[in-house]
């Protein structure tokens, strides 16, 4: 008799987005004459790049030939693209990253949830409060989280970090050992960022711990503060401590595309073995390469043409942000991010909780937004916004909400 | 300080395409005047068929547009081809499968990897010898298959289940309680099918017993006797007892493109668990979807236009296996697969080693294979030959074989 991983049993229900999603419905049903402008949901809308979508046409017509035909390419991805994302993403930087350590996939998510795969099942896992859910969810699918308590709203063998206004929106160091430590900056959902200083703090301590940092830099491509680090790897002593996890999804339009990297240096060594060589084979034996057309339309990217049509994307996103940002600051919300970030995560007046200011801002706006309960315990009393919408609705949204408050 | 997964130190190295590799490059260096023809590696050849490059261009026209621009799609794939599965390669053939239990993804190889998520560590796993080895490798990976014994080259935890000769090449049913049971028709290496009558036994046992059978089929498009199922389920009762694993890879020279799909059906279900609404969890937590463009490309495999140029090109690498089977049979050499199969699996003349009959068809025909044991104990004495090459050269393989036996 086949037997089931018992994990997936304590997972509760995955309600945020359709939850939201019900509510909004069952409003739009009520009040067909209303429009709806939504700002919940963290996916782009700008198309491809010209100068990706003219790449993919081109490798389209070479798959169409016998000699422009490409089968099976590398697991870790081709040379064309792991070399530039090596020279222009982290030595342009003075981060010492090369080519084989760089593993190209088909999504940060993929890549955030497979990376457990490397780690035994006793190791304890430190997220931030609130999280993007993968984290949790793959980790309590690997049995690390322990149980999960319905009252709490969270799991008992996890550490959480919570991140408030009241810390800036910036986890402490835990004040217990843990094992691998999450940490996303640009940060989703709270757009907060972390500065040279801070990762240097986490760095350290995980070099003193041997604790393993998992980084994700997916929105990396919205910092526009100089002082403000991209990737770990720009940080003295991540290459002995850190793995980090890279989108094209928000740099460049990917949501739909799927394409994305993570970089596992190799000096990064647990229990006399290379985490590098580890993901290599954990690739090789249960991922089979990116497509060949998806992979050309991400080297592209960093074309002169490419980075010029792709930085106008990312600063009309980040133009909604400063709308959104300003536009709740100045109708007295208190605001995070929006600043290095498509997010924006402010807190809702008089302490009404996540989902009443959702149903208020749904009702009386029209704006659909996302309740920052559902990241986590700490997201009560938050809701988050995107800068991934239109210009002009997100415009539009910021005055409606401003009129009701 | 944080601990890795202790079983992925006991995976020997995986030394079978390297090792050719080496081979290969060691006598090329010596010979440069000669021109080897590879029958050994088993990608495809043939460009993509006019009708799928036809779909990808317009797919990324609408990608290059904000009103055709596709972001995150469904974690299950999108309807129009989940829809276009379930009637054609199922309701067709009179297999009771929805398109609520197809889930599409970036290949079969991710997919019969990543199906391990579901299952407890205690499994008993069965497998075919010799075998694919990804099978094997993600097992050992999470911690099913024991401990490796280099001299027997086996794990003492998997139950393995010869494929010879003497049975036809057909596994025999374990004599021990098995929990998971990996099969493979049309079989990679073997390239033996199944009957209908054999597979109604393994969906009898494991519905008797409670097993789940992980059926890989990832060759089916190249069966051509009528009598033989392409799908496991085809047979009565496999909706309680079996997973599918298809992939465009081989059917529309996909390898390279990447897109395959997984079917679980809800009558499926272990320990009081749906394994459809698992495997739906799993893949909603790690993945993201397939790339819309490549969506694409697969839903135009099913157009009358994409159906006929598929069926070419099968056509035309069944042209080469038939030639490769009727030549080594005609040397005398004994031969399995090649007519339901783009595989020819061949017995070395006089008991002779695997590595040695490779060696002597590289250096005296100039010919590369792939020496059987390379896939277990039990392909001790085979080689495999591969019909995706050209069809000229494929020939001249032939006749240069046939020239030194």
């Not at 809308?45 to 990706?52: E, G, N, S």
């Not at 526009?224 to 850190?242: K, L, M, N, Q, Y």
């Not at 996103?317 to 402010?346: D, Q």
């Amino acid at each position: 008799m086949a037997t089931i991983n018992q994990n997936y049993q304590k997972l509760p229900g995955s309600y945020l987005f359709s939850e939201i999603a019900r509510r909004v419905a069952a409003y739009a049903q009520a009040h067909p004459d209303q429009r709806l402008i939504r700002l919940g949901i963290g996916d782009v809308t700008r198309p491809l790049a010209p100068a990706v979508t003219r790449a993919m046409h081109q490798a389209v017509d070479e798959m169409a030939t016998a000699e422009g035909f490409h089968g099976y390419g590398p697991e870790q991805g081709y040379a064309f693209l792991r070399e530039v994302i090596a020279r222009e993403d982290y030595q342009a930087r003075g981060a010492d990253i090369s080519p084989e350590e760089i593993f190209v996939s088909d999504g940060a998510k993929s890549d955030c949830g497979n990376i457990g795969d490397l780690f035994d099942r006793d190791n304890v896992v430190a997220v931030c409060d609130p999280v993007y859910p993968v984290y949790v969810d793959t980790n309590a699918m690997a049995g690390r989280a322990g149980d999960y308590d319905e009252g709490l709203g969270r799991w008992n063998r996890l550490v959480y970090m919570p991140c408030v206004a009241e810390n800036g929106f910036s986890p402490a160091i835990p004040d217990r050992p843990v094992d691998l430590i999450y940490l996303c900056f640009p940060n989703n959902p709270t757009g907060a960022v972390a500065t040279r200083a801070q990762l240097q703090a986490w760095v350290d301590h995980a070099n003193r711990t041997g604790a393993v940092i998992l980084y994700d830099s997916a929105y990396e491509a919205f910092i526009t503060d100089p002082a403000i680090p991209h990737s770990i790897f720009e940080i003295e002593g991540a290459r002995t401590c850190a793995i980090e996890f890279r989108s094209f999804s928000k740099t460049a339009g990917f949501t739909g595309t799927r394409c994305a990297y993570t970089v596992v240096p190799k000096d990064l060594v647990r229990g006399g073995a290379s985490l590098n060589a580890m993901w290599n084979r954990r690739q090789c034996t249960k991922f089979n390469g990116a497509p060949y057309v998806v992979q050309r339309g991400a080297a592209a990217i960093y074309t002169p043409e490419g980075r010029e049509q792709t930085r106008q994307t990312i600063a009309y996103y980040l133009n909604n942000a400063r709308v959104i940002r300003e536009g709740l600051a100045g109708a007295g919300l208190t605001v995070c991010g929006g600043e290095n970030s498509p997010y924006i995560w402010a807190r809702t007046p008089e302490g009404m909780g996540s989902w009443a200011f959702f149903d208020r801002l749904l009702q009386q706006a029209n704006v659909v937004t996302t309740p920052g309960a559902g990241f986590g315990p700490s997201g009560e009393g938050y809701i988050r916004l995107t800068a991934f919408g239109g210009a002009t609705d997100t415009a539009e949204a910021v005055e409606r909400i401003r009129r009701i408050l």
